[in-house]
């Protein structure tokens, strides 16, 4: 079952820009997680944000979550080509606490 | 790098056949998850090992197994390939059971059925 829908489903922007993705999810959470793909390789892990937390920041990410809408966002400012990737936001929901429940992700093109 | 390593790389099979997957987990790592990743889709969870036992496990039919052995490293077993399960298989250490914490991916294994 799908708990995480980003959106939008791709993304263009200019190096130097900033890209905003958003996620929504369904049930109370625990954590929810910020990955990203590169070209269908393995995942890296990006920020962990708990749900009492309501933002973080790591370099040029910043996540905030909101959990009265049920809601996520990861801010990337500055980017850069090797931004390229997919980016997808996992949640380990309160009910099924023993796995991520991962959505179907942002594509992000940056170009130089 | 994450120092999650998985092998094979990629894999072919034919329908019917019996593949298996390892995982070796980041030092200090006790939990094993795995995930299965069609294209174009996100990652979807098979089931966790824990401390050698089975802690959780997804909408996966019988025929996906797992271990996990003293080391902590671990195998994922699929019987009676199928075309559909032609996928990107992923593989996450954590340092405790669930989702809690932080997991950590390997490079997958991207296996052909055919």
């Known amino acids: 079952s799908q708990q995480g829908e980003e959106d939008p489903q791709a993304l263009s922007i200019q190096e130097g820009e900033n890209a905003t993705m958003n996620c929504s999810y369904k049930?109370?959470?625990?954590?929810l997680q910020w990955y990203r793909q590169n070209s269908g390789r393995g995942l890296v892990h990006l920020i962990l944000?708990?749900?009492?937390?309501r933002e973080k920041h790591s370099g040029r990410l910043r996540v905030t979550l909101d959990t009265s809408k049920k809601s996520s966002s990861l801010l990337i400012t500055a980017s850069r080509a090797a931004d390229t990737a997919s980016y997808f936001c996992?949640?380990?929901?309160?009910?099924?606490?023993?796995?991520?429940?991962f959505g179907t992700g942002t594509r992000l093109q940056v170009f130089p | 790098e994450t120092g999650v390593t998985q092998s094979p790389t990629h894999l072919i099979k034919t329908r019917g056949q019996q593949v298996t997957l390892r995982c070796s987990s980041q030092?200090?790592?006790?939990?094993v998850s795995w995930y299965q990743q069609a294209l174009g889709q996100g990652p979807q969870f098979i089931f966790q090992y824990y401390r050698e036992e089975e802690n959780g496990r997804g909408n996966f039919p019988p025929r996906f197994s797992g271990l996990q052995f003293p080391n902590y490293s671990s195998e994922l077993n699929v019987n009676a390939l199928e075309l559909d399960d032609s996928a990107l298989y992923l593989c996450?250490?954590?340092?405790?059971?669930?989702?809690?914490?932080?997991?950590?991916f390997g490079p997958g294994t991207r296996l052909l059925v055919l």
């Open positions: 030092s200090g790592h006790n939990t």
């Open positions: 049930t109370s959470i625990n954590n």
């Open positions: 944000i708990r749900s009492n937390e």
């Open positions: 996992a949640t380990a929901t309160a009910y099924n606490t023993d796995k991520l429940i």
């Open positions: 996450a250490s954590s340092r405790g059971a669930g989702a809690q914490e932080t997991q950590y």
